[in-house]
């Protein structure tokens, strides 16, 4: 039974497939304190959060059953994602779910700022009759600076452009060809800065983005600008931004995220007549909150069950039809890049995936994290390493990776070879998935087998003399190691050969000396499979 614990409230509906499952406990427990989140979170496999909870290192430390958090929604800087990647717990978010919630919302700010909405209310209930002192602008003909067209910088320009607007937009990732199919003139920061009558950000908040407004952009900022931050706080510098404000070169700003959440009672925007502010409520429809957690729950149970999944914010995410030609060479680059540091001496220095057949047209980079999961599994142990860290062991480690495609791959069948270099040695071995039948390990180095990869193998190099099989089989039987199957190869009569044996249980330390000391063998490997 796999346990859940949601920490932040979240929509039932929502999660009422998880709540649903037979093999899952959902525990509900919201407004926890890290001390206390620490406490419980050991006995959990998942955790389901939104905005408030900040899942810190010292909370995963103590989730030692921890295989994923689940953010509903799309920002996660309130998980220690380089934490959570180093234990190998996987991140994901529900990035789609809450995108015309949080359009609407900016929307809705913009339009109040216009005309002063929640300033004329005030006055209104307050008993005063004020209409001299609330004129406002209209938003056509404006034009609206976009910082961000992703999911919702893309949307909120659909709509400004229907109300009349020019939409004027800075994002670096954003093709000129598909902003011109959305009627959005792509310019530079600074155009944007001196040119628009309403500005409004939807990036993510990064060491770039931090500030990305600021005093010196005040200062040569539109006199009568207003903007609009529905993104995330500390994109706009807030004290710049009061400045501005009291100098009005900003005729009136609304905000829905600050730096700090939730800021401090004397927050100087509370007081600012020109500031209309939200306590980040961007995202806070019905719609929005039950799509996210459908999401986010969907997700979770893929990932306890072992199951694709997708929107994994710390591995890089796989296009669904490449996952489905790719998924049934999951477990063979595993068991290739474990078997082949079985046998290989050294510090691992370089891993290269060769893909042969209809595999060689496709982009073949996912297959690395589990080609590399197999090999450091067997140098770092199964508990440190999993498909999410893989990646980022391997880059701690200086491994480089090296992608190859096959010169026939036109006429071969699909097949994965793997070749690993390391401080001492060159190895490698080929696999196959073969339908009906499952994988096949088809070479160990030059030497063609057909082997299942399970149970135990012993690789035996020798001289090719006659009476050494006899020998090696002497060895084993007085052992009490039965021999399953046996292949042998070698290149030139007399010269180097192999010998792979299938054994049905596990061979001493002892044995494997036994067999080193028979005269002509060169190295025996034993090579165990999970
Ligand atoms: N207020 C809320 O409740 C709420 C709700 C949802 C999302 N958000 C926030 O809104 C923001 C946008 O969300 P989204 O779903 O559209 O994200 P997104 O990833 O789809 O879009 C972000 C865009 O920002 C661009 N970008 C990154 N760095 C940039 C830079 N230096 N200059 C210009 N553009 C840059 C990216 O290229 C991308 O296109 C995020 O910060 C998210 O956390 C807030
Ligand atoms: O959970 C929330 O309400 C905030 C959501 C929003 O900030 C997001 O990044 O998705």
């Given at each position: 039974m796999f346990k859940v614990l949601v920490s932040d409230p979240i929509s039932d509906f929502g999660l009422q497939q998880l709540m649903d499952a037979d093999d899952v406990e959902v525990i509900k427990q919201t407004g926890l304190s890290e001390a206390e989140l620490i406490s419980i979170i050991g006995e959990f496999d998942a955790l389901l959060v939104r905005s408030q909870t900040t899942v810190t290192e010292r909370i995963m430390e103590a989730g030692v059953k921890l295989k994923v958090i689940g953010r509903a929604g799309v920002g996660v800087d309130n998980i220690d994602l380089e934490a959570a990647t180093n234990r190998g717990i996987i991140v994901i978010n529900a990035p789609d779910g809450n995108t015309i919630t949080t359009c609407e919302h900016t929307f809705a700010m913009m339009m109040a700022l216009a005309r002063h909405i929640p300033q004329a209310y005030a006055k209104t209930?307050?008993?005063?009759?004020?209409?001299?002192?609330?004129?406002?602008?209209?938003?056509?003909?404006?034009?609206?600076?976009?910082?961000?067209?992703?999911?919702i910088g893309i949307e909120v320009s659909k709509r400004a452009i229907a109300f009349g607007m020019t939409v004027l937009g800075y994002d670096p990732f954003m093709p000129e060809e598909r902003a011109k199919q959305l009627g959005i003139q792509l310019t530079t920061l600074d155009e944007i800065v001196r040119a628009a009558d309403f500005m409004t950000v939807h990036t993510p908040l990064t060491n770039e983005t931090h500030h990305m407004i600021g005093k010196p952009q005040?200062?040569?900022?539109?006199?009568?600008?207003?903007?609009?931050?529905?993104?995330?706080?500390?994109?706009?510098?807030?004290?710049?931004?009061?400045?501005?404000?009291?100098?009005?070169?900003?005729?009136?700003?609304?905000f829905d995220v600050f730096e700090n959440e939730p800021p401090a009672p004397d927050h100087p925007f509370f007081s600012h007549p020109k500031m209309i502010v939200t306590p980040h409520l961007g995202a806070s429809t019905m719609e929005a909150q039950e799509n996210v957690a459908i999401d986010v729950s969907e997700q979770v149970m893929h990932i306890l069950r072992n199951e694709p999944f997708k929107n994994a914010v710390n591995m890089p995410s796989i296009p669904l039809e490449l996952l489905n030609r790719l998924q049934p060479y999951f477990k063979l680059c595993e068991h290739l890049g474990n078997s082949l540091a079985q046998m290989t001496d050294g510090a691992v220095r370089e891993i290269t995936i060769e893909c042969a057949g209809e595999l060689a047209d496709l982009d073949t980079t996912p297959l690395s994290p589990y080609v590399l999961k197999g090999v450091l599994t067997h140098h770092l142990g199964a508990e440190q390493v999993n498909i999410v860290n893989a990646l980022h062991l391997a880059k701690q480690r200086d491994i480089q990776l090296v992608f190859k495609k096959s010169l026939f791959s036109q006429i071969s069948s699909s097949k994965i070879t793997i070749r690993l270099k390391t401080t001492e040695e060159e190895r490698w071995v080929t696999g196959s998935s073969v339908t009906g039948i499952g994988d096949r390990l088809i070479k160990i180095g030059p030497y063609p087998v057909d082997l299942s990869p399970q149970g135990h193998l012993l690789l035996i190099s020798q001289q090719d003399e006659p009476g050494i099989i006899g020998q090696v089989g002497m060895v084993?039987?007085?052992?009490?190691?039965?021999?399953?199957?046996?292949?042998?190869?070698?290149?030139?009569?007399?010269?180097?050969?192999?010998?792979?044996?299938?054994?049905?249980?596990?061979?001493?330390?002892?044995?494997?000396?036994?067999?080193?000391?028979?005269?002509?063998?060169?190295?025996?490997?034993?090579?165990?499979?999970?």
């Open positions: 209930v307050n008993g005063q009759w004020d209409r001299k002192s609330f004129l406002g602008v209209e938003l056509r003909n404006k034009k609206l600076g976009v910082f961000g067209l992703g999911r005040f200062e040569v900022m539109k006199p009568g600008m207003r903007i609009i931050n529905c993104a995330r706080g500390g994109i706009i510098d807030e004290l710049a931004l009061i400045e501005a404000l009291d100098e009005g070169i900003v005729a009136g700003a609304a084993l039987g007085a052992n009490g190691i039965n021999i399953a199957s046996m292949q042998v190869g070698r290149q030139e009569v007399g010269g180097s050969a192999v010998m792979i044996l299938e054994i049905d249980h596990q061979a001493s330390k002892t044995v494997i000396e036994e067999l080193k000391a028979i005269p002509d063998i060169k190295r025996v490997r034993e090579v165990n499979f999970d």
